[in-house]
């Protein structure tokens, strides 16, 4: 068994010759977008060829493409970085595709009563993350300028379905939901070729569909988050389910001694410090595994689990670290069913 590293997961793929038994084939794509690596593996009933490879890999670039169009902060022509440069200024009318993943960010955040916020990048940058990370820790006056330009509720739709931000200098992000969205996006994207089994990963984020061409169940391992590469906390068998997770492990540095973690709770203005190292989440789509496990971080552990267990389409695996070590594991009372039996 060989493993594919991505973010937060391991992608567990059984060893051999892509074709099963039975006459299934199982290809198998990767590239680069939004910033990190995808992959793809497609389970057909016959083996595609060159022209038919070729053709199924533009059409995954084409929506990865589209999707980033519309919500990347990196480029120019995105429409989120148009939003943001206008924002406090007139209404803005998104694509259909951009204003869904949208209104599914503020319907989060008005869910968890603002511990999932799009507007909290100026936060997350003040504190030393991002592309316009501040070098030194922000003094009282600093905090307060930028947390008057956060907050969801600044941010509303007209009569007409533009959005307008009523603080001028609000910075909408997607970041912890886009890539869910787009793993969703290439599935139903795929899901058109009537496949046996579909599996997309997108810097760590997964959705799987039907099996593999072996008949078993997508199995899909999580890395240990604060010792990446020294063991799996849990496999998960994944069919019709998509998994996320966020973590504190890849974007963190020491300040005043400290470490200090890139997630920063929006209500208060300042980075998370209740312990919780990883959020894994279990659910029907990947947009909502992706925002959720964000959110779940923030929320810290029993308020995270409440907040789950009133879901029950909704399942969520929390590790918790003390300084170099993973001292608790919580999970939801349905995490146990998605659980891969060991071999």
Known sequence: MRRVHALGVVLLLASGACRARDGAHELRLQGEALGTAWSVRLVTREAPDADRTAELRRRVVATLDRVDRGMST???DAEIVRFNRRAGAQPFRFSPETRRVVAAALALARETRGAFDPTVAPLVALWGFGAAAAATDPDAEALARARARVGWRHLEWDESGGLLARVPG???DLSAIAKGYAVDAVAGELAA??????LVELGGEVSAFGARASGDAWRVGIENPVTPGAGLEAVVALTHRALATSGDYRQERIANGERRSHVVDPRSGVPVRNGVASVSVVAPTCMEADAVATAL??????EALTWVEARP????LLLVRSGDRIVERRASSGWSRWLAPER
């Open 170 to 172: 609000l910075q909408l």
């Open 297 to 302: 971080m923030v929320l810290g552990t029993d």
């Open 313 to 316: 389409w909704l399942d969520a």
């Open 74 to 76: 990196w480029r120019e």
């Open 193 to 198: 070729e009537q496949p046996l089994g579909i």
